[in-house]
């Protein structure tokens, strides 16, 4: 019976609630909401595309547990941040402190050399920008075309949107650092991607090529040139060629859509290959890689004209199946951080 006791006692449970267990219940009916959106996404979906499953009871809990991590991610980047403030006040801090105790003489002498150090690392980025807007000016004239087709929107989760962006960041990013830069464009991009890509500092200023319309307009007159990688070609890539325009599907779709990227060319009527991954190594499971993997294979292929070495650079050590001599071979890369990559995205 719901008496006047009982409404007190839940209203002071709701009131008294941890702030971390009001996030969850939060955080819980985003991810309804979430799951809705992919059954109505789904249901939207156009007549040529046959539509997907629904999202089954472990794809729900995998939906969950995503949306649980990016909770706790955000929690952490804002305590990093909070961090890393103060830290540059204690440094702050520190650096009076050491000029306090210093004489007239010695506190200017001090200071002129902290600035010439300042004055060189700004010298030598101008210089590391500079060489880098070269090479991406140089690749946009004459570099091997790569597509990133972003027409798959309407298909994704916002919380998949918003990987697939990231994605977009690390290919700009490693095509920036790369000695042999492709000439990297993005089309079909348009509503919440258009968005996202615009909130990201210094997007306007990128040096690559982006048209809002699908690529299949836009190259038009080279259609027959068009070729679409695809996990789902039988036609295997032994070398890349100038003359090409290699596309990469723009998708996060947790593989929700299989095929979807080779039914797509087949429509089309344009050609369609795979990278000769099987040639080289064991997958441990799928051979679907990330946008930005499959960026930087190409990129590093550009380099040494070697598949082999270009795949044991890029994909991860948990995707191969390998010996155990092979791995004591291999060297462990190091990651950038996401703030790095974001800043010399920035620095065009």
Same mark, same amino acid.
Request: glycine share 4%; charged share 30%.
């Given at each position: 019976?719901?008496?006047?006791?009982?409404?007190?006692?839940?209203?002071?449970?709701?009131?008294?609630?941890?702030?971390?267990?009001?996030?969850?219940?939060?955080?819980?009916?985003?991810?309804?909401?979430?799951?809705?959106?992919?059954?109505?996404?789904?249901?939207?979906?156009?007549?040529?595309?046959? =539509? =997907?499953?629904?999202?089954?009871?472990?794809?729900?809990?995998?939906?969950?547990?995503?949306?649980?991590?990016?909770?706790?991610?955000?929690?952490?980047?804002?305590?990093?941040?909070?961090?890393?403030?103060?830290?540059?006040?204690?440094?702050?801090?520190?650096?009076?402190?050491?000029?306090?105790?210093?004489?007239?003489?010695?506190?200017?002498?001090?200071?002129?050399?902290?600035?010439?150090?300042?004055?060189?690392?700004?010298?030598?980025?101008?210089?590391?920008?500079?060489?880098?807007?070269?090479?991406?000016?140089?690749?946009?004239?004459?570099?091997?075309?790569?597509?990133?087709?972003?027409?798959?929107?309407?298909?994704?989760? =916002?919380?998949?949107?918003?990987?697939?962006?990231?994605?977009?960041?690390?290919?700009?990013?490693?095509?920036?650092?790369?000695?042999?830069?492709?000439?990297?464009?993005?089309?079909?991009?348009?509503?919440?991607?258009?968005?996202?890509?615009?909130?990201?500092?210094?997007?306007?200023?990128?040096?690559?090529?982006?048209?809002?319309?699908?690529?299949?307009?836009?190259?038009?007159?080279?259609?027959?040139?068009?070729?679409?990688?695809?996990?789902?070609?039988?036609?295997?890539?032994?070398?890349?060629?100038?003359?090409?325009?290699?596309?990469?599907?723009?998708?996060?779709?947790?593989?929700?859509?299989?095929?979807?990227?080779?039914?797509?060319?087949?429509?089309?009527?344009?050609?369609?290959?795979?990278?000769?991954?099987?040639?080289?190594?064991?997958?441990?499971?799928?051979?679907?890689?990330?946008?930005?993997?499959?960026?930087?294979?190409?990129?590093?292929?550009?380099?040494?004209?070697?598949?082999?070495?270009?795949?044991?650079?890029?994909?991860?050590?948990?995707?191969?199946?390998?010996?155990?001599?092979?791995?004591?071979?291999?060297?462990?890369?190091?990651?950038?951080?996401?703030?790095?990559?974001?800043?010399?995205?920035?620095?065009?």
């Amino acid at each position: 019976m719901f008496t006047l006791s009982n409404l007190i006692t839940s209203t002071s449970a709701l009131i008294y609630k941890p702030n971390h267990q009001v996030k969850l219940a939060k955080m819980d009916a985003t991810i309804t909401t979430t799951a809705d959106h992919h059954v109505a996404t789904q249901s939207a979906t156009t007549d040529h595309l046959s =539509p =997907p499953q629904p999202l089954s009871k472990n794809a729900q809990k995998k939906l969950l547990k995503q949306q649980r991590f990016e909770a706790k991610k955000a929690e952490k980047k804002a305590a990093m941040k909070e961090e890393k403030k103060r830290q540059g006040e204690r440094k702050r801090k520190e650096w009076e402190e050491k000029l306090s105790n210093l004489s007239e003489e010695e506190r200017l002498k001090t200071i002129e050399t902290r600035k010439g150090m300042r004055r060189e690392r700004m010298e030598q980025r101008n210089e590391e920008r500079e060489s880098k807007t070269l090479r991406l000016s140089e690749a946009k004239k004459s570099g091997q075309k790569v597509v990133l087709d972003l027409q798959f929107s309407e298909l994704m989760a =916002p919380n998949e949107i918003h990987s697939l962006v990231k994605q977009i960041m690390y290919c700009y990013s490693v095509n920036g650092r790369s000695v042999v830069p492709c000439h990297l464009w993005l089309t079909g991009y348009a509503g919440e991607i258009e968005s996202q890509l615009q909130k990201m500092p210094g997007f306007d200023k990128w040096i690559i090529d982006k048209d809002t319309g699908p690529y299949i307009n836009t190259f038009e007159s080279q259609k027959e040139n068009l070729v679409y990688l695809t996990a789902d070609s039988e036609n295997m890539l032994s070398e890349l060629d100038l003359n090409k325009i290699y596309i990469i599907g723009g998708l996060v779709d947790r593989n929700r859509w299989k095929g979807i990227t080779m039914k797509k060319a087949v429509d089309q009527g344009i050609q369609t290959a795979k990278l000769p991954i099987g040639n080289y190594l064991k997958m441990s499971g799928s051979q679907v890689l990330t946008v930005n993997q499959v960026i930087e294979i190409l990129l590093k292929f550009l380099e040494t004209k070697d598949w082999k070495e270009s795949f044991f650079h890029v994909i991860p050590q948990r995707k191969r199946c390998e010996t155990e001599e092979q791995v004591a071979q291999e060297e462990e890369g190091d990651e950038e951080s996401e703030q790095g990559l974001k800043r010399q995205c920035i620095e065009t």
